[in-house]
């Protein structure tokens, strides 16, 4: 009895300590067109790959290339859109990243595209942090009015809603918005940081952008949020700054005598 206790303990503690596999969620909207990846279970990769995704069960990776609502999402041999992510990250940073290669409004009207995108089970880094997003767009071919907005967050509840809010929701963002004057080689690169986050593990970051693309727009995006400890100052400086404060404040009280 004792031999099978002590067993059953063993198995449990081994199975609690395999750290949890990277999960990683994929949305694309045009013009309320919508395709979803989630391969966090076998049915979720079997409706990926329905979808027309490719990704893994548990992987960093998603990617997609096809035509959705008269947008062509990626070009012979090159992938539309990618996911990927280093969950469950390291003690220096944490991200998650969307990038768009080659977008085309071929629709004949204009279109406006939503990518939802994350990556969950963070483990690292934890405690203070500071959470930073940026993203990029570069137009081959655009009108006046092109636009890209980008907003990003860190979930401590683990999940992939978006967008954010509810537990553990801390927002950096909407970042401002780049808008192109039109023509060709257009070009905008944004980003910002909030460093208020406390990361309690296990948490997901995730992000979403909008894209409004007239029709015959012709663009390449990207997006990335990510997670880095906060920079503590050592005690040293801390010092060097309390003498200088009260240098200052002996000068001061010198100056009103006077």
């Not at 081959?140 to 809010?165: E, H, K, L, M």
């Not at 929701?169 to 004057?181: H, Q």
Request: hydrophobic fraction near 40%; proline fraction near 4%; include cysteine.
């Amino acid at each position: 009895m004792k031999i099978a206790v002590g067993v059953a303990l063993t198995v449990a503690l081994v199975l609690c300590s395999v750290p949890a596999e990277a999960n990683s969620f994929l949305r694309i909207d045009v013009g309320g067109t919508t395709l979803t990846c989630d391969n966090s279970s076998g049915a979720g990769v079997a409706a990926c790959t329905a979808a027309g995704f490719s990704t893994a069960l548990g992987g960093n990776t998603i990617t997609f290339s096809g035509t959705v609502n008269g947008v062509n999402i990626g070009a012979p041999g090159v992938d539309g859109v990618t996911v990927t992510g280093n969950s469950p990250g390291t003690a220096a940073l944490s991200f998650v990243m969307a990038s768009e290669t080659v977008l085309a409004n071929l629709s004949g009207a204009s279109r406006t595209v939503t990518i939802d995108f994350g990556q969950n089970n963070f483990t690292l880094p934890v405690g203070a942090t500071t959470l930073s997003a940026s993203d990029t767009a570069n137009w081959t071919s655009s009108q006046a009015g092109d636009s890209a907005a980008y907003t990003a967050w860190v979930r401590g509840d683990n999940t992939f809603t978006i967008p954010g809010g509810g537990p553990g929701g801390a927002l950096v963002g909407p970042l401002t918005t780049c808008v192109s004057a039109g023509g060709v080689a257009q070009s905008c690169a944004q980003s910002a940081t909030n460093a208020g986050v406390t990361a309690v593990a296990p948490y997901a970051l995730t992000g979403r952008q909008v894209l409004t693309m007239a029709n015959g727009t012709i663009g390449a995006y990207s997006a990335t949020v990510g997670l880095a400890p906060r920079a503590v100052p050592e005690p040293s400086s801390l010092l060097l700054l309390g003498t200088g404060i009260l240098i200052f404040a002996g000068h001061r009280f010198k100056n009103r005598k006077r």
